[in-house]
């Protein structure tokens, strides 16, 4: 069973371009959360998701940035317009139900 | 709002030292506290998890405790090895949907 996985590991964006960043949970787990680090910062929960739905985006960012987890493939974080400040490791953490969460690799990154 | 305060930022021990890690939370009203390790530009791995009813856990040279009532938790690692150099993250679970991470402590065993 492989582990939570993301891509790409590093992304490097020129500011006002857009960002897709990918999750695949575990198998068996439909519950799909993403975490931000920024520099020297520890991670902050930014979204909860279940396929189909946003259960709570309540750390998102109020502009550019949506996530969605479809019925089929992984779960998409995307945010548009890029700025410096958007750049930080995302991580991704699955779940089977709402309980212990493992994490993925995470995404770097770098607005130029 | 969960406040999770770790300390110290930055850690350095000498090879076979035992240590250990200090971490605080504002609301005690937690269903489990978890430690994690991270390495420099790698993922978070899964420690420890204490749910809110234990005391604590352990899993070889690490050993976790949970105070609930003052809020705190430790990280107690025994006969520190080079390998054992990382950040180490810990993060508690309320009833809102998400983990709460400190800042992690960086630490440094040196041969």
């Known amino acids: 069973n492989a582990g939570v996985m993301q891509n790409p590991r590093h992304l490097v964006r020129r500011r006002g371009q857009e960002a897709r960043l990918r999750c695949s949970p575990m198998k068996g787990h439909s519950h799909v959360y993403w975490y931000r680090q920024l520099p020297e910062e520890g991670l902050k929960f930014m979204v909860y998701?279940?396929?189909?739905?946003?259960?709570?985006e309540s750390g998102m960012p109020k502009e550019r940035f949506s996530a969605e987890f479809p019925k089929e493939g992984p779960s998409i974080l995307r945010i548009q317009q890029v700025v410096r400040g958007d750049s930080a490791a995302y991580f991704c953490a699955s779940s089977p139900k709402k309980e212990t969460q493992y994490f993925g690799p995470g995404t770097r990154l770098l607005v130029l | 709002k969960q406040e999770v305060t770790q300390i110290p930022a930055a850690l350095s021990v000498p090879e076979g030292e035992n240590l250990v890690l200090n971490c605080s939370f504002t609301?005690?009203?937690?269903?489990?506290l978890q430690w994690f390790r991270q390495d420099p530009g790698k993922g978070l791995t899964s420690l420890l998890l204490i749910q809110s009813s234990q005391r604590e856990q352990t899993s070889g040279r690490l050993n976790a405790s949970l105070d609930k009532s003052s809020g705190r938790s430790t990280l107690y690692i025994a006969a520190s090895q080079p390998g054992d150099s990382a950040t180490y993250l810990c993060a508690s679970e309320t009833g809102a949907n998400n983990l709460f991470f400190g800042t992690g402590t960086r630490l440094t065993v040196i041969p």
């Open positions: 609301d005690s009203a937690i269903y489990n």
């Open positions: 998701l279940q396929k189909e739905n946003i259960i709570d």
